[in-house]
């Protein structure tokens, strides 16, 4: 069974400072192959929840890469998968 995807309220602020920031600098194609990639790497996720690596310093969340420079952190419960943040791979 499917897991629904639910956004936190920084989650979605991290998403719309990334889609602006690629929108400004990088033509509109980019943001569409982000915007892509992301949707994929969600539905993957409905499906295989624990597909992302567990994180060293906090076991209650995964991650994985959306491409090579963002990576979704996220955590799974008992109905949902909830997305925590969007962040840019050098941050971490």
Same mark, same amino acid.
């Given at each position: 069974?499917?897991?629904?995807i639910? =956004?936190t309220g920084?989650?979605?602020?991290d998403?719309?400072?990334?889609v602006? /920031?690629?929108?400004?600098? =990088? !033509?509109v #194609?980019?943001v569409?192959?982000?915007n892509?990639l992301?949707?994929?790497? *969600?539905q993957? *996720?409905?499906? &295989? !929840?624990? *597909?992302?690596y567990?994180?060293?310093?906090? #076991? +209650? /969340? +995964? +991650?994985t890469?959306v491409?090579r %420079? /963002?990576?979704?952190?996220? #955590?799974v419960? +008992? &109905?949902?998968i909830?997305?925590? %943040?969007?962040?840019?791979? #050098?941050l971490?």
């Open positions: 069974m499917e897991k629904e639910v =956004w920084q989650a979605q602020k998403f719309w400072v990334i602006n /920031y690629i929108a400004e600098n =990088w !033509p #194609s980019v569409n192959d982000f892509h992301l949707n994929l790497k *969600l993957l *996720l409905q499906k &295989h !929840p624990y *597909l992302g567990k994180s060293t310093k906090y #076991s +209650r /969340y +995964r +991650r890469k491409n %420079r /963002y990576i979704l952190i996220y #955590s419960n +008992r &109905h949902h909830v997305v925590h %943040r969007l962040k840019h791979a #050098s971490l």
